[in-house]
C-alpha cells in the first residue's frame, strides 16, 4: 500500500516526509510514500537501545476523539465529513487557491485548473491537521503531528480512498540514548532515542482502502481550533502559529511539551492548525426501485428541508426534487419514467452542499411475487404466492421425496406440506427474484410434556477400556494405556522476533515440557503447555560492556510429553534464526583525532525495514592478548549501513577491532593507523 504523508513545522504545512523522516524536494507532483499494513496500524521506529525499545509507545491514549463519519460523496468517493465527541463537523477543503486550505506547491497536478477527481486530484487532503515544533537544547527539534488525513492506497483512482488519523513525532538531536516524554492536546508518547538523540513514533488508523469509519478509533479528536479570531468556517490558518483549545484532556493540555529523566523540561502552546469547518449536510442514496413505470428513490441526508436533495436529471428521468419529514433525515421521490427505458443508475444530489455532495445507487426491480397465504394448521404448511410474470414457483427450504424442489401449482399458486415443524417465515422464488412472509399458526394439537425423570437409574456398570478391559478397581492396566508421542513443527523467527511453537498434535499426551537444547539463547512464554510462543534472544545490545560468547545458529528445542503410566516422549524442534552478515568497510584508529569503523549489516533475502532497528556494538584492543574495550554503538539505517566515529577515541593506539550485531552477525580486523 501507497500512502502519502506529510507533516507540520512553524509557520507553513511542512515539505512532505519520507519514512524515516527526512524530507523530500519538491518537483512536480508529490511521491512522499509510507509502508502501512494494518487496519489499525501502529508504526514504531526506534532508533535506541535495545534493552529499552519497548519503551517507546503511546503511553496516554485520547478518551474523546471521533464519533461519526458522514455519506461517501460520489464525486471523489471520500467521506463528506467527519463529526468529534463536540459536534464539531470538518470536511475536505478542495479548494486550491484558498491558503487555508494548506496546498503546497505540487500537490494539485494542474494549478491552472479547479481540483476535480481523479484526473486533477492532490494525493492528500485533510480534514484536520495539526502540528507543533519544540527546540531542543543543542539544536535538536522534536516535530508533532495530529491529523486526520484523505489519501490513496496505490493511486488517484476511485476504489483507492483511504482514511486514517495520525499521531506522529520525530525527534532528531535530541538528548541522547534516553526516553522522552511528550503530552500534547490527545496523548502522552515516550520515545527512546538513539546515541545521536533521534527517535519517532507514527501511529496511522486506519489507511485500508474503502474503510472510512476505522479512524474515529484513532486518537485524534475533538477538533483543535485557534483559542481565539479563528478564520470564520475554519478551525486555524496553516501559515500561522496560534494558540489553541479543544483538548478533551484539560485546558492545561493545550500544548506540546517534553520532559526527559535529566531535567529537561520544555513546552509551547502554539500550533499550525488547518481544516474546514462542514457547511455540507450530505447525501446518501438508499435505493431506487422500478415498479413498472414508476421509479421510486430513497435517500438519507442530515439536510432538513423538502427540495434540499433532487433525483439528477440524466435524460432518462427528470431532475426531481425530493421530500422529506423535518427530524427524519429521510428523502423520497417518486418518478415516472413512462414507457421507455429505465436508467441502470441514479444520482442524488445535495443542491445546498458546497462542493456538491452527490451520491449513486444502482436501479432494481422488484421480484414481482406476492406470498398471498403462510399457515400452519399443525398438520401441513399452506401456502399461497402469485407473480406478475408466467413463471416457475419454488418453496425454499422443502424438497420432495425424490429430492426435486416443491413446486406451487401453476393454475392456483398453492402448495400444501406436510410437516411437524414449520419455518418461522416462507420464501418463495422464481428465475427473476423472491418473496418472504412469516408463517401464521392456525391450529394443531398441544405438544405433549416431556416424560418423568428416572428415579431408579441402572447401577454405574463401571468403566469401559479399550483395547483391554479394566482391572477391578476400575483403573486402567500400564500396559493398556497408549504411549504419548510428541510431535512439533519446525519454524523459523528473526532475532527479536517472536514465534508460536505448537506441540498440539502430539497424540496421548497430558503433560508438555519445553526445553533448549542447543544454539541461539531462547525464551519461552511458558514452557508446560502445548503452543506456547517462543522469542529469540538479540546477540547483543546496547548495554554490553563486554563481547558476548553465546551460541549461534538455528535454535534447538525439545518437547516431551507423557501421560500416565507410560514412558516420556520426546520431539526435537530446531527454529532456523537467520543471521545478518556484518561486512566492514572502512576501519582506522589516529590517536587523538578518531577511532572510526564503518559497515553494513544486511539479512540474506530480507527487504523489510526490522523493528526494532539492529544494532552494532563495537570493540577495540592494542593486541590480541590484551581484553577488548568498548568503543561505541550504532544503529544500522534503513539502507543496511551503520558507522562507530567516537572522537577523540582511545589514548592509546588500538590495531584491532571486534564487531557484534544485535541480529547475531560479527566481524573482525585489523585497524589501519593512518
Not at 200 to 224: H, Q, V, W
Not at 345 to 355: F, I
Not at 427 to 449: C, E, L, N, Q, R
Request: hydrophobic share 35%; glycine share 10%.
Amino acid at each position: 500500500m501507497k500512502i502519502l504523508t506529510r507533516t507540520t513545522a512553524p509557520g507553513r504545512v511542512a515539505s512532505p516526509l519520507r519514512s524515516d523522516g527526512h524530507r523530500f524536494r519538491l518537483h512536480g507532483r508529490r511521491r512522499a510514500v509510507a509502508a502501512l499494513t494494518a487496519v489499525a496500524a501502529v508504526t514504531v521506529s526506534l532508533l535506541g537501545a535495545t534493552d529499552a525499545f519497548a519503551v517507546t509507545g503511546v503511553a496516554e491514549k485520547n478518551p474523546g476523539g471521533l464519533t461519526k463519519v458522514g455519506p461517501v460523496n460520489s464525486q471523489n468517493g471520500f467521506p463528506s465529513w467527519y463529526e468529534d465527541s463536540a459536534g464539531k463537523r470538518v470536511e475536505l477543503c478542495l479548494d486550491k487557491d484558498n491558503p487555508l486550505c494548506g496546498f503546497l506547491p505540487g500537490d494539485v497536478p494542474d494549478e491552472t485548473q479547479p481540483i476535480a477527481f481523479p484526473g486533477n486530484f492532490p494525493e492528500e487532503a485533510f480534514y484536520a491537521l495539526a502540528g507543533s515544533t519544540l527546540d531542543l537544547p543543542g539544536g535538536g527539534r522534536a516535530t508533532l503531528t495530529l491529523g486526520l488525513e484523505a489519501a490513496f492506497a496505490n493511486a488517484v483512482q476511485d476504489g483507492d480512498q483511504v482514511t486514517f488519523a495520525r499521531q506522529r513525532i520525530f525527534v532528531k538531536g535530541g538528548p541522547a540514548d534516553t526516553t522522552l516524554t511528550f503530552k500534547h492536546p490527545y496523548g502522552t508518547i515516550t520515545i527512546d532515542t538513539d546515541n545521536t538523540g533521534a527517535g519517532r513514533l507514527t501511529e496511522d488508523i486506519s489507511p485500508a482502502a474503502g474503510n472510512f469509519e476505522t479512524a474515529l478509533k484513532g486518537n485524534i479528536g475533538p477538533f483543535l481550533t485557534w483559542a481565539a479570531d479563528a478564520p470564520a468556517g475554519y478551525l486555524g490558518n496553516p501559515d500561522v502559529e496560534h494558540a489553541v483549545t479543544g483538548s478533551p484532556l484539560g485546558a492545561d493540555r493545550n500544548k506540546f511539551s517534553v520532559t526527559s529523566p535529566a531535567g529537561l523540561d520544555l513546552e509551547t502552546n502554539l500550533f499550525t492548525l488547518q481544516g474546514k469547518i462542514a457547511s455540507n449536510s450530505g447525501a446518501k442514496a438508499d435505493a431506487a426501485v422500478l415498479n413498472g413505470r414508476f421509479l421510486n428513490v430513497f435517500a438519507t441526508s442530515d439536510a432538513t428541508t423538502s427540495g434540499a436533495l433532487e433525483v439528477v436529471g440524466d435524460g432518462a428521468v427528470a431532475t426531481t426534487p425530493m421530500l422529506t419529514e423535518t427530524g427524519s433525515r429521510r428523502f423520497y421521490a417518486r418518478i415516472d419514467v413512462g414507457t421507455g427505458a429505465a436508467p441502470a443508475k441514479v444520482t442524488v444530489r445535495n443542491v445546498g452542499d458546497d462542493p456538491v455532495s452527490t451520491s449513486v445507487v444502482d436501479v432494481t426491480k422488484p421480484s414481482g411475487i406476492t406470498v398471498n397465504e403462510a399457515g400452519y394448521n399443525g398438520t401441513a404448511l399452506h401456502v399461497k404466492a402469485t407473480s406478475t410474470t408466467p413463471e416457475v414457483l419454488t418453496l425454499d427450504g422443502f424438497k420432495n421425496a425424490d429430492g426435486s424442489p416443491v413446486v406451487l401449482a401453476a393454475d392456483t399458486g398453492v402448495v400444501d406440506v406436510t410437516t411437524p415443524a414449520p419455518p418461522v417465515t416462507v420464501k418463495v422464488t422464481s428465475p427473476s427474484g423472491s418473496a418472504t412472509s412469516p408463517v401464521s399458526i392456525t391450529g394443531g394439537d398441544v405438544t405433549p410434556p416431556g416424560l418423568p425423570p428416572n428415579d431408579n437409574p441402572a447401577p454405574d456398570p463401571g468403566p469401559v477400556c479399550d483395547p483391554a478391559p479394566c482391572a477391578a478397581d476400575g483403573s486402567v492396566p500400564e500396559a493398556n494405556v497408549p504411549g504419548a508421542k510428541a510431535v512439533a513443527t519446525p519454524t523459523a523467527a528473526i532475532r527479536g522476533a517472536t514465534v508460536a511453537l505448537d506441540g498440539s498434535q502430539s497424540t496421548n499426551s497430558t503433560t508438555f515440557e519445553w526445553t533448549q537444547v542447543s544454539g541461539s539463547k531462547v525464551t519461552f512464554s511458558d514452557p508446560k503447555i502445548a503452543k506456547p510462543t517462543v522469542k529469540v534472544e538479540f546477540a547483543a545490545a546496547v548495554g554490553d560492556t563486554a563481547p558476548r560468547t553465546e551460541p549461534t545458529g538455528p535454535a534447538v528445542v525439545r518437547l516431551t510429553t507423557t501421560n500416565a503410566g507410560s514412558a516420556p516422549s520426546t520431539a526435537d524442534v530446531t527454529i532456523d534464526v537467520p543471521q545478518d552478515t556484518v561486512a566492514v568497510t572502512a576501519a582506522r584508529h589516529r590517536v587523538g583525532t578518531e577511532l572510526r569503523v564503518d559497515g553494513t549489516s544486511t539479512i540474506a533475502g530480507n527487504t523489510a525495514i526490522l523493528t526494532p532497528q539492529t544494532v552494532v556494538v563495537v570493540y577495540s584492543r592494542p593486541n590480541a592478548t590484551a581484553p577488548w574495550t568498548k568503543v561505541g554503538i550504532s544503529p544500522v539505517d534503513t539502507t543496511g549501513a551503520w558507522s562507530v566515529r567516537p572522537k577523540p577515541g582511545p589514548a592509546a593506539q588500538q590495531n584491532q577491532y571486534l564487531v557484534q550485531s544485535s541480529r547475531g552477525g560479527t566481524a573482525t580486523g585489523t585497524l589501519a593507523t593512518r
